[in-house]
């Protein structure tokens, strides 16, 4: 299977601790791309990379909140001291740009919940 | 106000019916649009895109008001299959990058 890879599916965790998630695009998309989805609710846009590089960083939703994608490939998205209101899905997406069509392939999503 | 806006819904309809999505967004020096479906439990994808002069896609008809800033899909002979929800997207690069969501619409289909 060659698409967005998203790893944990699942995640429960307590208030206050940390979590890790990571995202793998499809591989030749330098675009990426990190969204939040709650129930009944659209994905929200957080932050996304040009390769290596974080161009767009300002909806993420607070300082807690951190993404890197360090050689240009897969990219991590930390929560730091979660909170309840954490619990969502994370969904990763990735595009090609030069093919201009515009289309991002979503991963299935790494759902949180935070107890 | 909400960057991009869709119909609240849910609409219920029955098999063969038409049904008309509208979407609206706030930032007039957006350049993309696209329509995505979303099936319960499951990931976004891209239905369509949306132009200036129209696109049509089989049953699916995207239409693009650049002037209202207004976007629509209209569903001719609605399968049960079509039940979905579906997302009204918006590329915006004022400000940097971003692609902006709507809430998405739900689509209930009925025999």
């Known amino acids: 299977d060659t698409g967005v890879s998203q790893d944990p599916r699942h995640k429960i965790t307590k208030r206050g601790q940390n979590v890790t998630f990571r995202c793998d695009p499809i591989?030749?998309?330098?675009?990426l791309y990190w969204y939040r989805q709650t129930l009944g609710q659209g994905p929200e846009f957080l932050t996304y990379?040009?390769?290596?590089?974080?161009?767009?960083k300002s909806r993420l939703l607070s300082d807690r909140f951190s993404a890197e994608r360090p050689k240009g490939s897969f990219s991590t998205l930390e929560i730091q001291r979660t909170e309840q209101g954490d619990s969502a899905m994370y969904l990763c997406a990735s595009s090609l740009p030069e093919k201009n069509t515009g289309e991002l392939f979503f991963g299935e999503g790494s759902r949180l919940t935070v107890l | 106000r909400k960057e991009v806006e869709q119909d609240p819904g849910p609409f219920n309809v029955p098999e063969g019916a038409t049904v008309a999505f509208n979407c609206t967004y706030s930032n007039s020096a957006s350049q993309s649009f696209f329509w995505y479906r979303q099936d319960c439990r499951k990931e976004p994808k891209l239905l369509m895109s949306?132009?200036?002069s129209g696109n049509e896609d089989g049953r699916f008809t995207a239409q693009l008001n650049r002037a209202s800033q207004y976007i629509s899909l209209l569903i001719r002979d609605s399968k049960l299959s079509d039940s979905a929800t579906y997302l009204c997207?918006?590329?915006?690069?004022?400000?940097?990058?971003?692609?902006?969501f709507g809430a998405g619409t739900r689509l209930f289909v009925k025999a």
């Open positions: 990379f040009q390769n290596e590089a974080q161009l767009e």
């Open positions: 591989s030749e998309h330098n675009r």
């Open positions: 997207v918006v590329n915006s690069y004022t400000g940097g990058f971003k692609t902006i």
């Open positions: 949306v132009y200036s």
